[in-house]
């Protein structure tokens, strides 16, 4: 499996010619890729996560698409429309932005709900449908959709359905001390360069065919079930993860093993995966929201009390 971790190497470098500190978010959106799964990207402007989404595409060969998501965008205008052809004198298909194989949905909860939607049957099913007329998207194909936490004015919050359809949620904050000098650093002497391509779709195919056939044993498959489960059965909990959820953490933690040069998944590829996974899934009862608890301190908490049965 060295394929996966001399893999992830390249990537990190490439994806550093243009972005500083981001090793960690380039590490995860790789697991999602080779999961099949999606991201949500969540910080404040200016903390290139569109940047970062644009060079992980271009690492990798991929088609990139931005879409900028307004309250006045039409579900037509990302997924395409039906056209009469005066030249030719019959209807035909100008297909959208979403036919990319990594689709960038900026600051997608300014969309309204029925735009949203769009994007559903693309995530879930990887395909799309204009005018009762179903189209494949490419393969592999990947959404992230990025999201301004501090901003109330003018957004539509993401319905549960739609959140559960992100594999992972990424929080891209602040650069610490010492990595913003090195941004500074590098702006002033113009150190930047383009990323370089270090593989083509086909070659990210066969990596995401290797990603799942690395083993999860039955305890690890038992491990991720106690972890959920206890998400679901806490009194502070209004809604728990889904069977989705459980899906979502085995698969991600198979793609981290493989990029970490394994052929078997160990807990603690689990346990540094199931924040990501499962935080955004979980909705806490409202009168303990009030005390400042959340859901990625339950599945901390979670996380520090189930053992591994061997």
Do not use: C, W
């Not at 009762?132 to 194909?141: E, K």
């Not at 003018?154 to 941004?183: H, N, S």
């Amino acid at each position: 499996m060295n394929g996966g971790r001399e893999f992830i190497e390249r990537l990190k470098e490439e994806v550093g010619n243009v972005v500083v500190g981001m090793e960690e978010v380039t590490e995860l959106l790789a697991v999602a890729m080779l999961s099949g799964g999606h991201v949500s990207l969540e910080g404040i402007p200016g903390v290139a996560k569109t940047t970062i989404a644009r060079a992980f595409a271009k690492a990798i060969g991929l088609s990139f698409s931005r879409i900028q998501l307004t309250p006045d965008l039409m579900p037509a205008d990302i997924t395409g429309s039906v056209f009469y052809n005066e030249k030719e004198k019959e209807f035909g298909v100008r297909k959208g932005p979403i036919f990319a194989n990594i689709v960038l949905a900026d600051e997608i909860n300014r969309a309204t709900p029925k735009t949203q939607s769009a994007l559903l049957e693309a995530m879930q099913e990887q395909q799309v449908t204009i005018e009762g007329a179903t189209f494949p998207l490419p393969r592999p194909f990947l959404a992230i959709a990025t999201m301004n936490p501090v901003e109330t004015e003018g957004v539509y919050k993401l319905p549960e359905a739609q959140l559960d359809r992100f594999m992972i949620k990424i929080q891209v904050g602040y650069l610490d001390r010492e990595k913003e000098l090195a941004l500074l650093r590098r702006k002033e002497r113009g150190e930047f360069s383009a990323v370089e391509e270090i593989m083509d779709g086909n070659g990210v195919l066969s990596l995401m065919k290797d990603a799942r056939e690395v083993k999860a044993s039955e305890a690890i498959l038992n491990y991720i079930y106690e972890l959920i489960s206890r998400t679901r059965n806490d009194e502070r909990v209004l809604l728990g993860a889904s069977p989705r959820a459980s899906e979502h953490l085995l698969f991600a933690s198979k793609s981290l093993a493989f990029l970490r040069g394994r052929e078997y998944v160990i807990p603690d590829d689990v346990k540094e995966l199931a924040p990501y996974v499962l935080s955004h899934r979980i909705i806490i009862n409202a009168e303990y929201e009030i005390d400042g608890f959340k859901s990625a301190d339950l599945v901390k908490e979670i996380i520090d009390a189930v053992e591994v049965i061997t």
